[in-house]
């Protein structure tokens, strides 16, 4: 099969996967809207005309790959309410996304110590559909008696997919992580969720062979 002709590719869109690939490598200060271009197989001017400065451009990344990602959870009638399963699979998407994109997540998080505001503000922009996604999904659970009704929600959110991110981050960092499957690294982050927010009714269920035994 012969390589996509990159000039069907709307500019931009050019723009924003070089500017994924250019902060990946050289993070936020080290990115230069130069490069970013020359890589996009543009001129700066063009890429001025789409996105105005480098942050409003950091910003549309975020915005770009979190809703690639987000739209296999746009259908409400594939949530199941089924706490495990439908956990999983929002955890599987949610993880398949951190690892795509690992790179660009470790740059945020190291830019984050030299430019707090600016980097709080994108990653707060990038996940908040996810975070609004899941605690909609929670709260419903509570009114059907699957989540007990003193669990706070927005803080438990942010617990469960902090732990995904943790994955990723240590997958990355750590040779010994590396050993350890994905599935099942998702698998116990549902469990151990699932344990201390379910009902006595949905705990008691392990489903310990959703993964036919992967470790």
Same mark, same amino acid.
């Given at each position: 099969?012969?390589?996509?002709?990159?000039?069907?590719?709307?500019?931009?869109?050019?723009?924003?996967?070089?500017?994924?690939?250019?902060?990946?490598?050289?993070?936020?200060?080290?990115?230069?809207? =130069?490069?970013?271009?020359?890589?996009?197989?543009? $001129? !700066?001017?063009?890429?001025?005309?789409?996105?105005?400065?480098?942050?409003?451009?950091?910003? @549309?990344?975020?915005?770009?790959?979190? @809703?690639?990602?987000? !739209? @296999?959870?746009?259908? #409400?009638?594939?949530?199941?309410?089924?706490?495990?399963?439908?956990?999983?699979?929002? @955890?599987?998407?949610?993880?398949?996304?951190?690892? !795509?994109? #690992?790179?660009?997540?470790?740059?945020?998080?190291? !830019?984050?110590?030299?430019?707090?505001?600016?980097?709080? #503000?994108?990653?707060?922009?990038?996940?908040?559909?996810?975070?609004?996604?899941?605690?909609?999904?929670?709260?419903?659970?509570?009114?059907?008696?699957?989540?007990?009704?003193?669990?706070?929600?927005?803080?438990?959110?942010? #617990?469960?997919?902090?732990?995904?991110?943790?994955?990723?981050?240590?997958?990355?960092?750590?040779?010994?992580?590396? $050993?350890?499957?994905?599935?099942?690294?998702?698998?116990?982050?549902?469990?151990?969720?699932? =344990?201390?927010?379910?009902?006595?009714?949905?705990?008691?269920?392990?489903?310990?062979?959703?993964?036919?035994?992967?470790?």
């Amino acid at each position: 099969m012969g390589k996509v002709n990159r000039e069907t590719v709307p500019t931009r869109d050019r723009i924003l996967e070089a500017a994924i690939k250019v902060f990946s490598q050289e993070g936020f200060v080290g990115a230069t809207t =130069r490069e970013i271009a020359r890589v996009a197989g543009v $001129n !700066e001017v063009t890429l001025f005309r789409h996105f105005q400065s480098k942050e409003q451009l950091l910003a @549309a990344v975020a915005e770009h790959i979190t @809703a690639l990602r987000l !739209e @296999a959870l746009s259908h #409400q009638y594939e949530w199941t309410y089924d706490l495990r399963r439908d956990l999983l699979y929002y @955890a599987k998407i949610h993880d398949d996304m951190l690892e !795509e994109y #690992q790179a660009l997540f470790r740059m945020f998080i190291g !830019e984050a110590q030299r430019h707090p505001r600016e980097a709080l #503000q994108v990653l707060q922009q990038s996940f908040q559909p996810w975070r609004e996604k899941l605690i909609s999904y929670l709260r419903s659970c509570v009114e059907r008696g699957s989540i007990r009704p003193d669990v706070e929600l927005l803080l438990a959110a942010d #617990q469960f997919t902090g732990m995904l991110l943790s994955g990723m981050i240590r997958r990355h960092v750590l040779p010994t992580a590396r $050993n350890y499957s994905r599935d099942r690294y998702v698998w116990e982050c549902v469990d151990i969720f699932i =344990r201390g927010i379910g009902t006595a009714a949905v705990t008691s269920d392990s489903s310990s062979s959703y993964f036919g035994g992967n470790s």
